[in-house]
Every structure is written in C-alpha cells, then in structure tokens.
C-alpha cells in the first residue's frame, strides 16, 4: 500500500467507524422503542425501516450532490446532516412520539446515504481493483468494532431494568404507566445529544483534512474500449443484477444483526442478557473481516469468497430454524460470519469497468441498502403472523439469489475483468 494512501484509509476507516456506530444502534432500539412506545414486532421494525429507505429516496440525489460538492466536502455534508438527525431525537423523547423518533432515524439515513455513496467508491478505487475486497474489508473492521460496541453503550443505557419495567407496567393505572414509558424515553436524550455534537465535529475535521479528491469516473484504455457506445447505466446488466443482490444482502445482515435480540427474548432468554446478542453477531462479521483480510486476494478470488459466504449462510439460517433455544440464537448470530465478507464482495463485482458511469453506479448500489428497510420489516410481519423463528425463512431464496450472483449473475453482460480473478498478492 503506497503511503500516500495511508492518511486517506485512516479517514475513511474513522467514517467507516461512524457507519457502524450509528447503524447498529437499531438493534437496540427495535425492542427499546417497542417497550417505551407499546409497539408490536411489525411495528418496532418500522426502526430499520425508516433508516434504511432513506437510502432509497436519496442515492440519486446523492450523486448529484457529489457532482457538486466532491468527495471530501460531500462527506462532510453527509455528517452534518446526521448530526440534525440525532438532534431530532431529543424533542421526540420529550414528547415520546414515536413519529418523531422515525423522522430522525430518516435524516440519519438520509445523511450517511451521502457519506456512504461517496466512501465505498473511494476505498474501492483508491487501489487495484483485485485488492478491493482486501481494503473494504478493513474498512469493515472499524465497521465492526463500532457495531460490536454501539449495541453495549446504548443498551445499556436504554435497556436498564428493561425486564422489569416491561413486566412492572402490566399491571399500572394508565396514567403511572405513562409517566414510567415517559422516563424510559428520557433515555436517549443525553446519548443522542453528544452524538450530534460529536457528528458535527467530525463534518469540520473531514472538512479541513488533507482527503484527495480522486477521479471516480477516469477510464482506463481497456474500459474506455468496452463502454464505447453506452449511453446509460442500464446498459451494464452486472450491476443491475449487483444492485438487487446487494438489496438482498443487506436485508439479510440487518436481519441478523437487528431481530437477534428480540428473537433471543422470544426464545425465553431474559432481555437483560438478549441486549448482548447483536455484539455476538458483530463480533463473527469482525472476525469474517480479518479472515477477508488475510485471505484475499492472496489464497482465495473476491468470486470464490461470495460463493462460500452465501451457502455458509444459508447452512447457518437452516440450523438456526431446525434447532430451539440458545443453540438457535447462536447459529443466527454466526450469520454474522457468513455476511460479513458479501459486501466487500458484491461492491467491486458490480462497480468494476464502470468508468465515467461509477458515480450513477455507486448510488445505484446505495439504493440497494434498502434492503434494510424493506426485508426485515416483512421479517416483523411474518413473525406477528407465524413466529419470529419461522420468520427467518424469508432469508433463505436471499442466499440462494447471492449464490448465483457470485456463480454467474457478476458475468452478465460482459467478459469478466481479469483483475477480479486474480489470486495475486496485494
């Protein structure tokens, strides 16, 4: 890795830290809002939905604003606009409007829909294509050290006594019940309220930083030669397909990251020991990352790698669904190992020989982050109508649809690029 590329990692690694951190907090929040605004399980995963489909609304405009802006003063923007996010949530815990909280779940997303439509390009050219993997990979790490570790602040601090609050206000007259869910909601205040102050000094210092701008959309000969002609992003079928098969993805690592708490509660396991369980599933994606790192592209191709994660993943989704207990939880958390590599797999596989139509691309692929919003909430449907264990079937045809990507879907339309094959060395 060239040093001058050192600082630029450095930064986007702190970003990538600042996407987990604020991704994961979900989990927590799915059964803290369910508790302290009654909610029921299709109605708590409005959570992940509000998040996640601001990624939907705003990737195109997103694209646009990086036109504008570039990638440094972009993902500045990106922070700021998180940080009115987290500040929206102190009046929403004030009135517990459950409303309002999902109005700030939506400009949070809406904020790291920028940031990310701007970083996942950069990281992805800021070295050789066959290594991508490689660097998202550590990119992911930051990713998950902040997932394993924003579940445990939050949760702590918000699912306090949670057990016996919730079995306490069974039995309340309605107007004490009301006054307890209101201290209950009280609890976000201060953590959210530093969150901002801490977004909004992150946007000054990207803003003022030494980040190189880099030309997203530069054609090399080999690229130039096969885009002659093409006047439209819809004319590259792998990245169609690497947008749906992200969709996909992203819904079935939001689903194992964010319904394992509740699942664990419904499996008979107190919440005061379920709050831990999405740190479990961070902690396999931290330890799939390392072994991405160690491993591509030097013993196994970014190919190779999605077709083991997707099958891993449904051989861990099937145990999880033939056992019961603790053992179910566990399999569902080791989901976390099988997806943690998809993404850094999926992103090159689909962005490679885009040339000038990189930028559309890439929000193209931010806009398959709704996969977050949209699949679990028909995970919460289906389990207020069957289970929450049954549920989980719904990510079954998910890694059925990823192993074919890997198998053939990343080669629709075009020869495959050599680089991405490749098992050299980084």
């Not at 040093?3 to 059964?31: D, E, M």
């Amino acid at each position: 890795m060239k040093r001058s590329n050192t600082k630029a990692i450095v930064i986007i690694g702190i970003l990538f830290f600042v996407f987990g951190f604020i991704t994961w907090l979900g989990s927590v929040l799915i059964p803290y809002f369910k508790i302290a605004c009654q909610l029921n399980n299709l109605e708590s995963y409005l959570v992940a939905f509000s998040f996640y489909i601001s990624y939907l609304v705003m990737a195109i405009p997103s694209s646009r604003v990086l036109r504008i802006t570039g990638y440094k003063k972009g993902m500045s923007l990106g922070l700021l606009i998180m940080s009115l996010g987290a500040l929206l949530f102190i009046p929403a815990a004030y009135q517990r409007s459950y409303q309002l909280f999902l109005a700030g779940l939506f400009v949070q997303g809406t904020g790291l829909a920028i940031l990310q439509t701007a970083s996942n390009p950069y990281i992805t050219i800021l070295g050789p294509i066959e290594s991508a993997a490689r660097r998202i990979s550590i990119m992911g790490i930051c990713n998950g050290i902040a997932g394993i570790t924003a579940p445990l602040i939050l949760g702590a601090i918000t699912l306090r006594n949670a057990d016996a609050i919730k079995a306490s206000i069974i039995s309340m007259p309605a107007i004490e019940k009301a006054k307890v869910l209101d201290q209950l909601a009280h609890r976000v205040i201060i953590p959210y309220g530093l969150m901002a102050f801490i977004l909004a000094g992150l946007a000054i210092l990207i803003f003022f930083s030494g980040l190189p701008e880099l030309d997203a959309d530069a054609e090399d000969e080999t690229v130039a030669s096969a885009n002659t002609g093409k006047t439209s992003i819809l004319q590259f079928p792998h990245l169609l397909l690497g947008v749906l098969t992200l969709f996909l993805y992203v819904g079935v690592e939001v689903i194992a990251s964010d319904t394992i708490i509740s699942y664990g509660v419904s499996q008979g396991i107190p919440l005061s020991t379920a709050k831990f369980f999405t740190s479990c599933t961070q902690t396999c994606m931290l330890v799939g990352y390392v072994i991405g790192i160690i491993c591509i592209p030097r013993y196994i191709s970014q190919v190779s790698v999605l077709k083991l994660s997707s099958v891993t993943g449904l051989l861990f989704v099937l145990l999880s669904l033939a056992t019961h207990g603790i053992s179910s939880v566990a399999f569902v958390a080791l989901l976390g190992l099988a997806n943690s590599l998809m993404w850094p797999s999926i992103w090159p596989l689909a962005i490679d020989s885009l040339g000038r139509f990189t930028k559309t691309g890439s929000s193209l692929l931010i806009m398959a982050v709704s996969g977050g919003a949209l699949i679990p909430l028909l995970y919460g449907w289906l389990a207020d109508k069957f289970s929450s264990q049954h549920a989980y079937w719904i990510v079954v045809p998910c890694y059925l649809c990823i192993w074919y990507y890997a198998k053939a879907g990343h080669k629709a339309g075009r020869a495959v690029s050599p680089d991405l094959l490749t098992l050299n060395n980084l």
